[in-house]
């Protein structure tokens, strides 16, 4: 995995510099095969680094430096390549995510790769045109955000094994590319932020996940006081975090 993020880098260079000097040459649908590219190697650089990422992940729980910050200003970071993500895909793409929410304790670069996995699944298993909604509230100390799709919904069956790692239904791996990782790694995330993560979900009526992080408020003396460490606001039993993800059918 390491050997391909040097090919994927040299990728992206070479489709921005190309772009940049054939842009008033470049007919419609040539821009748009553009985009579709740049899309599909920002699809592939998430593959490699969830392969990287996936065992210091089952390190039992990440060593996170918490600071604080704000969702919305968190979701500014990949608010470009999910608007082109969904361009690109022909989604409606609606963010709700108030700048007067309460901040919060966060790993920016950790908590955008948990926001930019589930709109980037919400918009790939939606159907053609359909809307992409993203919120988030206050609930209770936590901020809660989900991402809600307008896909095919899945069954009972299929959402328990949803953050599995490698986890994969029959009827979607079939029609859908993917490795099997990123919910998997979200989880991993969210929970080493003191959070948890789940989803709800009924055939024919899509799904909706959510993830809940504290509010920096509630837990701002224990991270001063740990020098910004995680380890002090996460509860673990025998190394791994417990929480009570929510699954529901």
Not at 1 to 28: C, F, M, N, W
Not at 112 to 140: C, F, M, P, R, T
Not at 151 to 163: I, Q
Request: one cysteine or more; hydrophobic letters at 40%.
């Amino acid at each position: 995995a390491h050997e391909l993020r040097g090919p994927i880098t040299v990728i992206h260079g070479y489709l921005d510099v190309l772009q940049d000097e054939l842009h008033s040459q470049l007919k419609h649908d040539q821009v748009a095969l553009f985009e579709r590219l740049k899309v599909s190697a920002s699809r592939l650089t998430s593959y490699i680094n969830n392969i990287l990422n996936v065992a210091k992940y089952d390190r039992r729980h990440l060593k996170l430096s918490l600071r604080e910050d704000r969702l919305s200003d968190i979701y500014k970071i990949i608010e470009p390549d999910m608007k082109l993500r969904a361009e690109t895909q022909n989604r409606m793409l609606q963010i709700a995510i108030p700048n007067d929410l309460p901040s919060i304790a966060a790993d920016r670069g950790s908590l955008s790769e948990v926001l930019a996995n589930l709109i980037d699944n919400a918009i790939k298993y939606s159907h053609e045109g359909g809307l992409v909604q993203v919120s988030a509230a206050v609930d209770g100390d936590y901020v809660k955000c989900s991402v809600q799709d307008s896909g095919m919904g899945m069954p009972a069956s299929v959402v328990s094994g949803l953050f599995t790692k490698f986890y994969r239904s029959h009827r979607t791996s079939q029609n859908f590319s993917g490795t099997g990782l990123g919910l998997y790694i979200s989880k991993a995330v969210v929970e080493s932020h003191g959070g948890s993560i789940g989803v709800r979900s009924k055939e024919g009526e899509g799904s909706v996940f959510t993830f809940a992080v504290p509010i920096y408020s509630t837990v701002a003396d224990k991270l001063l006081a740990s020098g910004n460490s995680n380890a002090s606001i996460i509860k673990s039993g025998g190394g791994w975090i417990k929480n009570h993800a929510m699954f529901k059918g």
